[in-house]
């Protein structure tokens, strides 16, 4: 009865769990959807704790307990903008459950296991170890403890090729002799260690790749888990996580014209090439605040390009207000945004959202780019590479036939930058250079607050 | 192989299946929350370390079970809250008067926001 019982909120919750993935693929249904699911987790816990193996219930509840007082703030404290390194930390929490419960099952069952349980076990600590050593360090770049900055040095590919094999090697003979503990324990250290080489040469740009990899690699490491420990509902939720992570890596290295096996094989972080390119003889023209107030205080459309400068400055606020202000002068303000467009999928939206930018101004690549043609000004905000317009007419560019937003097609465009420097890629951009193009140089806080200002008084 | 393993590989292609169609549907402007909605939801492995954790299989495992607990439970509170303090973000634009300026001027939307 017991066991029936448990089962039916297995099943429940499956479902809630598809359901509530399905709500988000409208913003009006998402909340709504979501909350089911975490009724569906509800159950699922009291189905779990009800059944009969489950004998004691001290250290479960300071699992609980502990991990409720620590959850609370991580969700209700963690600002928008520290959203990337916020995901990053939580792959590596739920790695680390799925590890530790492998390990477990390992420590009592040994020598005993079958081979399809010691497959499942292994694959769980596998992708469980190297997510958490992999997610700590996407953690570190993003939170700027360690450097932002692609880590390379000589011999990199054979040392992680070498790494990688030797760990199958591990794997597949504990397949056929599982009693062998040395190997087992070895084999997490060495898929640790994976984590830490796979992400280090991984540069900042290249993140929402990582952080959509690692997320797969998490779901995994459950649905796994589901299979050694012979839960479904484990298994179904580690396959949706991984599905979900899978599809956002291949959209977002779509977005950056990398290739499915560079995903697929983490080696996306090559150094990229020398610029094609140099800005020697092209001057750039520079525009006063005045100035640029009064294009966009007359202007019908504006396209706002958000990048990652505007995330790195906070500068999503005074995006608003001065959106607002452009819309009571007559004008219409939409955003542009690039699927790689900061630092991890839809990264954009999330911070222009807090911002209480209503979300149908956001707009998708494919959606808005027919229109920058109309648009009296784009503004770019702290955005580079994703509009180059290199990526489109230059062959020998290295980032030549990545989809980008066509902001050299509007009538004008006004760039917020910090500086001359060159974006991720190290490579110059035409469009700095267009005769179009203005530049307003600054932290895009303060450049915005002066426009806000300025557009005010015009 | 054995049966039930066999039929548990039935469950992990198809439910990855399911996942494949729905998440293919999910647009860009949700991603992030896709992300930690999807890191909540796989959060469930708290049932494997509740029964770790509460089956008085020896010290080695009520404390690795006690850890994942502990772990899993984070990811379960914190990742919905996260999330549904997210989603509660996207508003729409309460002014009608936007609406009309998009008919004009933007492309059909079949649905995609």
Known sequence: MRETFTQVTYLVASVLFILGLRSLTKPDTARRGMQYAAVGMLLAIIGTLVQHEIVRYDWIAYGLILGTIIGIPMGTEVPMTAMPQRIAISHMVGALAATLVGVAEYWLHGASLGTAKISAIGFEVLFGSLTVTGSFMAFGKLQGIITGRSVTYKGQNAVNITLFGVTLIMFIYLIVNPGNALVFYAMIALALLIGIFMVLPIGGADMPVVISLLNSYAGLASAATGFAIGNNVLIIAGALDGASGFILSIVMSKAMNRSFNNVIFGAFGAAPTVSAKTATGLTVRSISAEDAAIQLAYAKLVIVVPGYGMAVAQAQHQVRELAELIEKKGGEVKYAIHPVAGRMPGHMNVLLAEANVPYDRLYDMEEINGEFERADVALVIGANDVVNPAARNDKSSPIYGMPILNADKAQSIIVLKRSMNPGFAGIENELFYDDKTTLLFGDAKTSLSRLVTEVKAV | ?113
């Open chain 2, 1 to 113: 192989m054995n049966p039930t393993s066999f039929i548990q590989l039935y469950v992990f292609v198809l439910a990855a299946f399911v996942g494949y169609q729905i998440i293919t549907r999910v647009p860009p402007l949700l991603h992030t929350p896709l992300m930690s909605a999807t890191n909540a939801i796989s959060a469930i492995s708290l049932v494997g370390s509740l029964v770790a954790a509460g089956s008085n299989r020896g010290s080695v495992s009520t404390i690795l079970g006690f850890a994942a607990v502990t772990a899993a439970t984070i990811n379960v509170v914190g990742g919905f809250v996260i999330t549904d303090r997210m989603l509660k973000m996207f508003k729409r634009d309460p002014a009608p008067a936007s609406k009309e300026a998009k008919a004009s001027g933007a492309p059909p939307e079949s649905g995609k926001r």
